[in-house]
């Protein structure tokens, strides 16, 4: 015979076993972090002494301590709030939200950094492990969507906000036993995890040095080679030439709209499309309202290539998409700039893959200034060196790429498939036992 359930109300979580109650976090638990006064700076790192933890160290539910830098004893002394114990679990606030760790196998004083909280139980209200699969479930994401809502593009998990997660809280005994099974369970789907992901590195990175080496080495491994002169480019054939960007076209910032022309009118490349492809697609899915004399300015011609120029982090910046056919009547986003050959020297579907290649991502990384957003200045771009191979050898580079790159790019998307399957597999296992819709006892 079922189990009797009752509805909660609450969409992310359904019906529960009448035995089980909605709790609301600061029912069972406080939260404290580093605020105010308590704030670090970068400079206060240290060798040695106690260890600083961030959402960096985090490694499948765990602290790496490897990782961690450390900080002052007195730094650490300053508020008992956030002294580290054994079994405290541990949840993001800023970045990535709702990353999660356990304390576990402590080596010392440690304290948390700005962007980390730390839930510490007021009695024996609930089993951590137990709230550690909650937390990891559309039970905790749908709730924080919902809170989170109109908020700034800066996302950030409040104290004042998570003391009212409300989550199915079984007995105690339940709690451990849910806990033990997902333990179990999700150890195998974890292990299958970590394998794909590794896979996927291995494949990103021979596509990463695959470009690298081709367009910076060619195809003729015996060719004399000869110094370029620059860190990011190396040794390139002796026959090929060089020259910097600005010398080989025209750059151009993107268009500036407010949100209410978005969604209708004319095409539109976005951040996105260019982040994501090599090529540009043939077709975008974002829509403006422009005028002509917008679009005959902002337009999108074949063989334009776009970078994008400022993010909130470094590590997106710098990305380039070359425009294989151009997009009629299209724009292109404020956040990208437009680079438009004027000469015959440079094939640009040999550009695409240079302008996507490692040693440039760390190029822009190192030259380029960053405040409160990176940015990538047009005076910048610039300033890039390209090698310029023979048009004939470029065109066989380019060939060579596309098949080589297509073969990659198959296999990619097949492991970055396989994964998503095996998390979502892990998460609904998760969701099913912790709101009683698979039952253990």
């Not at 765990?62 to 114990?85: F, G, N, P, T």
């Not at 600005?246 to 499309?273: A, C, R, T």
């Not at 993010?311 to 438009?340: K, P």
Request: proline share 3%; hydrophobic share 35%.
């Amino acid at each position: 015979m079922a189990a009797k359930v009752r509805e909660t109300g609450i969409a992310a979580i359904g019906a529960i076993p009448v035995s089980w109650k909605l709790e609301r976090l600061n029912n069972v638990a406080e939260l404290f972090g580093r605020i105010g006064w308590q704030g670090l700076t970068s400079d206060e790192y240290t060798d040695e002494g106690a260890y600083l933890v961030t959402g960096t160290d985090f490694r499948d539910g765990y602290i790496d301590w490897s990782s961690c830098v450390h900080v002052s004893e007195d730094r650490w002394e300053e508020a008992w709030q956030i002294k580290l114990q054994e079994g405290d679990l541990l949840i993001s606030k800023d970045g990535t939200i709702g990353k999660l760790a356990i304390v576990s196998d402590l080596p010392g004083h440690a304290s948390l950094n700005s962007g980390l909280m730390r839930i510490v139980p007021r009695s024996n209200g609930y089993i951590t492990k137990y709230l550690y699969y909650v937390l990891q479930t559309d039970v905790f994401y749908d709730w924080y969507r919902e809170i989170d809502a109109g908020a700034s593009t800066i996302k950030h998990l409040f104290q004042g906000d998570f003391i009212h997660f409300v989550y199915p809280s079984p007995p105690i005994e339940e709690q451990e036993a849910i806990a033990e099974e997902l333990d179990k369970r999700t150890k195998e789907l974890d292990h299958a995890i970590n394998l794909v992901s590794r896979q996927l590195e291995t494949l990103d990175g021979y596509r990463k040095s695959l470009i690298q080496e081709t367009v910076t080495k060619g195809l003729d491994l015996t060719v004399d080679m000869k110094p370029s002169g620059y860190e990011y480019l190396g040794s390139i054939p002796s026959t090929w030439g060089m020259s910097p960007l600005l010398y080989l076209g025209e750059m151009q910032n993107g268009i500036s709209k407010d949100g209410d022309s978005f969604g209708s009118g004319y095409p539109f490349v976005s951040y996105g499309d260019v982040y994501r492809n090599v090529f540009l697609p043939r077709a975008v899915e974002g829509l403006v309202e422009s005028n002509s004399e917008e679009r005959y300015r902002y337009s999108v011609k074949k063989n334009d290539a776009f970078f994008t120029r400022t993010s909130e982090t470094i590590d997106e910046i710098g990305f380039a998409s070359v425009c294989i056919e151009s997009i009629e009547n299209a724009t292109f986003a404020g956040f990208l700039i437009r680079f438009r050959p004027n000469t015959c020297k440079l094939n640009m579907r040999f550009a695409a893959y240079y302008f996507r290649s490692e040693n440039l991502r760390a190029y822009f990384a190192r030259e380029m200034v960053s405040v409160t957003r990176a940015s990538l200045s047009q005076n910048l771009l610039g300033r890039l060196v390209v090698p310029l191979p023979p048009l004939d050898e470029q065109e066989r580079i380019a060939n060579y790429l596309d098949s080589k790159y297509s073969v990659v790019d198959r296999l990619i998307a097949g492991k970055r498939k396989q994964l998503e399957t095996l998390r979502a597999q892990r998460q609904s296992l998760i969701y099913e036992y912790v709101t009683g819709k698979r039952r253990v006892v």
